[in-house]
């Protein structure tokens, strides 16, 4: 399996721009989370989905923030207008349920996001 | 407040030499505790993940120990080499709780000299 893939690798752009950043999950992975990293908080919990239906989406920033699943392979975090404090690597991570509580989630490798 | 807190924030060690790397965590009640390996400009990779009936647990130089009474974890690396050059983040999950339910500490810094 290729993992997590996110596209894309960079994003550059200017305030009030719109940004997409797209991710694909490992097939057959029924969970799909969006993180943001940044020095000074580490890893956030963006949102995340089960079986395409969103979750908890309890820590988007605000109302800029949306994220979609239209389908078990495809999903997209949208920043609109973007703004110099959303500058920071956005991950997409997948896991399946399985029977334990120990899942394991397994990230991709991110999309750096400048907002100048 | 749920918290997990690592030290040191940074850490620089000569090639072959041993390290442990904290983690304290207020959880509660608590179900796992990961240790996640992040290179730079990649995603993080899991190392181990101990429920709270594990003490110890080992992937290959890495070995993590869990105290679930007094809530400290340990990762110790053996023999270190330059590949292990990275941030090194405990994760805490709550029990019962969600997948989204992780609480992450912000990792501490290891750099490995030669």
Not at chain 1, 41 to 65: A, H, Q, T
Not at chain 1, 89 to 108: I, K, M, P, R
Not at chain 2, 7 to 14: A, G, R
Request: hydrophobic share 30%; glycine share 8%.
């Amino acid at each position: 399996d290729a993992g997590v893939i996110q596209s894309p690798r960079h994003e550059v752009t200017e305030m009030g721009q719109e940004v997409t950043l797209r991710c694909k999950p490992i097939s057959g992975h029924d969970y799909l989370f969006w993180y943001r990293q940044t020095m000074m908080r580490g890893l956030e919990l963006l949102i995340y989905f089960n079986n395409n239906v969103p979750i908890d989406d309890s820590g988007m920033p605000e109302d800029r923030f949306s994220a979609k699943m239209p389908n078990a392979s495809f999903s997209t975090l949208k920043i609109q207008p973007s703004e110099p404090r959303d500058s920071a690597v956005y991950f997409c991570a997948s896991s399946s349920a399985g029977t334990s509580d120990s899942y394991e989630q397994y990230f991709g490798p991110g999309t750096r996001l400048t907002v100048t | 407040k749920n918290q997990v807190e690592q030290s040191p924030q940074s850490l620089i060690i000569l090639e072959g030499k041993n390290c442990t790397l904290q983690c304290n965590y207020t959880v509660s009640p608590f179900s796992n505790l990961r240790w996640y390996k992040q290179d730079t400009g990649r995603g993080p990779v899991s190392l181990t993940i101990m429920t709270f009936s594990e003490n110890t647990k080992s992937n290959g130089r890495y070995t993590a120990t869990l105290d679930a009474d007094t809530k400290q974890s340990s990762l110790h690396i053996t023999a270190s080499q330059l590949s292990d050059s990275a941030s090194y983040i405990c994760v805490v999950s709550g029990y019962g709780g969600s997948q989204g339910n992780l609480i992450f500490g912000k990792g501490t810094k290891l750099s490995v000299k030669p």
